[in-house]
């Protein structure tokens, strides 16, 4: 027989930076951060936009995710770059205020000097930062111990692909002849 | 844009009552019966009642989008159709849900798979959840009278290649695969089901029940959200509701007061799994023995790509035509865990999302899009005892959050399914093949694959995993120890409150749910309406 196994009806603590930080990402980033800097950090997406940190890490992560199947010329991949933040805006417009609340924590804290090392993985700036070494932060965050850097990763690879290949103009790489005239 | 006939633009033109569509719905409602949800449950149940001459409300939080609307694209439809943008989550984020949120719910986008409830789903019901009445025989014409509605039937077009491929697999191994029925008529064949039927092929709610209620006299209400059931001395005196516009959370405020209150003599609700259950929590319902948002199943699904030489073309017809039910009958139902095999559609969003890794590797598999097989298999989870699914509770924006632990019971099903998958694949011809995980690599031979799956960690996470089907939550049972509805559909606590919808299921059903569903609440809702003392209908 199925058992009883609950708290009743929880309900589930607000999704504030300081209890985000504590479910998933163990006590060093905790402490290095500490409580009341995380609280003054400005959301990465605030009134139906990212923040101008939050353009920088997207559209590098963006930069290593996509490279590959980005343009070759430096003209056309900045401008497919551009396409990429625009879609990425409107998919996160549509998403529920929980989602878009965790999304733009997560875009903040990695627009930190201490969340772009300590939860991305990578050193240098993000403005300044290689594909190479934004890549090998991204792998890091993808097989880290540590859930919350494996969502983190998730959250960005699952966007980017969805927001990227939205586009019919990338659809000549895959091949795909897009919607059927009927 | 299709330029193909709309039969809703025919209806709204001759004054179908359809509010909230392209203003404001008024603040005051009534009627006999309000059903909450138009999804595969209240649409059967809106048709059959506004058939009985009842007086009929259905209420739909989501858009009312119709053919017109649909151009076959990923980017349109996710955002407008799907619950969350198509990236509801449980709250680990381990698991990605796919569940309608349109006038149709989840048949509006569903890839129109349709199979019976099996009779060893039925034998557990009867046997652990006292569900008595629930046999073959009992429920066959209230299948049939769905399956003709609905036009279930054969599917005589050949299947697409990544169909065959499973068929041709499987046949290679020995093992038994089979046509699977669609609720269709005059299907194009163009594979875009998940992006709502652009030709009005799909039987859908949306083509439906929803428009024969329309004409029969009920009203719509869309875009508008039922926040709160007002309960009172074991009844529902009415329902809140507010106007969802751009909104997607019920805020605070209007779970407190909403705008929109709605009266009548009786309620069904039917917003889905997830969804129904929240609504009841949030409602503060009587739940005496702990049952409301237990036991919500999703039959995890986990998923294996492989490069084929020839092409596949994963996006160009039917999805999801040809099934193998063999690994669901090679252990006993409530031992370690089986799993149905399909194969679904592939397109370039729902392609780029799932499959793992990124730079380089990302792009080389996306070269050879149109020669990536997919398979998918669907895990039958709420039969063992360590297979007790997810619960649903409430964030503090009254918003529903999903916990579902994927435990080392699922994950075993999962490691088996991969292994089954990548065997198939390689019988089928496969150059390579690549599980569905973040710690797998394309495999060159059956036996390299089944070494690398073997040793694979199977955890949440690293294992990419999703599902389409969400079952459970106000579970149905003969005693109001073991569910929350009873056997007739009705609440045990409150008398004219019924629950129509997928969350009605003890256990999980082992096969894509909406016929389930259409039978079910086919049954459910013709005892209503002789309790309601409406005129006897039955439906088709």
Known sequence: MPTTRRARHAILPPMNRRNWLKLGMGSALVLAMGGGWVASIAPGWRDGAFSADAQMVLRACGKALLAGSLPADAAAESAALDGLLQRLADAVAALPPHAQAELSELLALMGTSAGRQLLGGVSAPWQNATVPQVQAGLQDMRFSRISLRQQAYQALHDLTGAAYFSSPQTWTVLGYPGPRDL | ?540
């Open chain 2, 1 to 540: 844009m299709s330029k193909l006939p709309d039969p809703w633009l025919t209806g709204l033109q001759q004054g179908w009552a359809v509010l909230g569509h392209t203003s404001e719905p008024p603040t005051t409602l009534s009627a006999d019966v309000l059903v909450i949800g138009t999804g595969a449950g209240g649409g059967i149940t809106a048709e059959l009642l506004a058939r009985a001459g009842l007086r009929v409300i259905m209420l739909e939080e989501g858009p009312l989008k119709t053919s017109s609307d649909f151009n076959q694209l990923e980017s349109e439809a996710y955002p407008t159709l799907y619950q969350e943008s198509a990236a509801r989550k449980t709250n680990d984020k381990a698991i990605n849900i796919l569940q309608g949120r349109c006038v149709g719910g989840s048949t509006t986008v569903n890839w129109t798979s349709s199979f019976r409830t099996p009779s060893e789903t039925l034998a557990f019901w009867r046997d652990r959840f006292g569900l008595a009445d629930l046999t073959d025989d009992a429920l066959s014409p209230y299948f049939q009278q769905a399956e003709r509605r609905l036009n279930v039937s054969t599917w005589l077009t050949p299947p697409n290649e990544n169909n065959e491929l499973l068929r041709r697999g499987a046949a290679q191994l020995g093992i038994p695969a089979a046509a699977i029925l669609r609720n269709v008529k005059g299907c194009w064949n163009l594979g875009s089901c998940g992006m709502g039927c652009p030709t009005n092929a799909k039987q859908s709610m949306l083509l439906t029940t929803v428009p024969t209620a329309l004409g029969l006299g009920a009203t719509l209400v869309v875009n508008t959200r039922a926040t709160r059931l007002n309960i009172q001395n074991g009844r529902v005196t009415s329902v809140s509701a507010e106007y969802v516009d751009k909104k997607s959370a019920p805020s605070q405020e209007s779970i407190a007061k909403s705008a929109i209150e709605i009266k009548f003599g009786h309620v069904v609700v039917a917003g889905g799994a997830i969804n129904s259950p929240a609504l009841l929590l949030r409602s503060q319902a009587p739940d005496p023995h702990d049952r409301l948002g237990i036991r919500t199943f999703l039959h995890p699904v986990v998923m294996s790509s492989a490069l084929m030489a020839q092409r596949v073309e994963g996006w160009a017809g039917a999805p999801q035509t040809i099934y193998s039910d063999h690994f669901l009958g090679t252990q006993a139902i409530d031992g370690p865990m089986g799993y149905k095999l399909e194969a679904p559609p592939i397109h370039p969003v729902i392609f780029a999302s799932s499959i793992p890794g990124f730079g380089e590797v990302q792009s080389g598999m996306l070269k050879t899009f149109a020669h990536q097989h997919i398979l998918l298999a669907l895990l039958r989870d709420g039969f063992a005892p360590a297979s007790a699914g997810g619960q649903v509770s409430l964030r503090s924006d009254g918003s529903p959050s999903l916990a579902y632990p994927l435990n080392d019971f699922v994950m075993d099903g999962a490691r088996r399914a991969l292994l089954s998958m990548a065997e198939i694949q390689f019988a089928g011809g496969a150059k390579e093949v690549l599980p569905v995980h973040e710690q797998a690599q394309p495999y060159t031979s059956w036996a390299q694959a089944k070494a690398a799956i073997t040793q694979m960690p199977m955890v949440p996470l690293q294992t990419r995993v999703v599902s389409a089907h969400v079952m459970g939550g106000c579970g149905m049972a003969a005693s109001p120890e073991l569910g929350v509805v009873r056997p007739d559909g009705v609440h045990w606590q409150i008398a004219n409150l019924s629950v129509h919808d997928g969350s009605l299921f003890p256990t999980s059903i082992g096969a894509n749910p909406q016929l389930s569903i259409y039978g079910l609440v086919n049954r459910l809702t013709q005892d209503l309406i002789g309790r309601l003392g409406g005129k006897a209908e039955v439906l088709a």
